[in-house]
Antibody, heavy 122, light 110 residues
């Protein structure tokens, strides 16, 4: 069974840092890109960024509002992806999901985690 | 990158058909056949129902269909059921290797 489990969320002050994890199981993790998507309470989905697979040189891309502040990485030996967030702003408060996009001609975002809540507040 | 434009709400009666539009630009919806649609019930993660404009993942009933014309993609749900009441989001690949979601549409089954 494919599973994605996010962890690491919590309360952090503006300007602080937090590192989220996305632990995968049930599929070949190394053959998928991992995307992060966030959702503020009562709001819509916002694409945050992604890291591609080794076959695609672990390329990363980010939405403009987090570029330079957020960094996505992965450890294929642990089947885990990470979202390092720094210089956090109150507007980064949201439920953060990780989701997969298998390499090749595949369906994007076919499995999602349950999300981990990040609250940026003083 | 601005969010794709979706109507805030649509409604329909059981058994009827409804369509939800998703308008972007030539840099996203209009430029690529990488539009997908997601359904989200309250308190749960999104679920993909359409990808690559008009493909259905395994297990998604053929009541759901997708199409695209120019810079606008559409999701059509036929034979509305009570369980279809949810939020729906479109998503598109964007030039420059990023992705963007629509603002979301709340579907009410009357």
């Amino acid at each position: 069974e494919v599973q994605l489990v996010e962890s690491g969320g919590g309360l952090v002050q503006p300007g602080g840092s937090l590192k989220l994890s996305c632990a995968a199981s049930g599929f070949t993790f190394s053959g998928s890109a991992i995307h992060w998507v966030r959702q503020a309470s009562g709001k819509g989905l916002e694409w945050v960024g992604r890291i591609r697979s080794k076959a695609n040189n672990y390329a990363t891309e980010y939405t403009a509002s987090v570029k330079g502040r957020f960094t996505i990485s992965r450890d294929d030996s642990k089947d885990t992806a990470y979202l390092q967030m720094s210089s956090l702003k109150t507007e980064d408060t949201a439920l953060y999901y990780c989701t997969r996009f298998p390499d090749g001609d595949a369906c994007p975002f076919d499995y999602w985690g349950q999300g981990t809540l990040v609250t940026v507040s003083s | 990158q601005s969010a794709l434009t979706q109507p805030r709400s649509v409604s329909g009666s059981p058994g009827q058909s409804v369509s939800i539009s998703c308008t972007g630009t030539s840099s996203d919806v209009g430029g690529y056949n990488y539009v997908s649609w997601y359904r989200q019930h309250p308190g749960t993660a999104p679920k993909v129902i359409i990808y690559d404009v008009n493909k259905r993942p395994s297990g998604v009933p053929d009541r759901f269909s997708g199409s695209k014309s120019g810079n606008t993609a559409s999701l059509t749900i036929s034979g509305l059921q009570a369980e279809d009441e949810a939020d729906y989001y479109c998503c598109s690949y964007v030039v420059g290797n990023t992705w963007v979601f629509g603002g979301g549409t709340k579907l009410t089954v009357l």
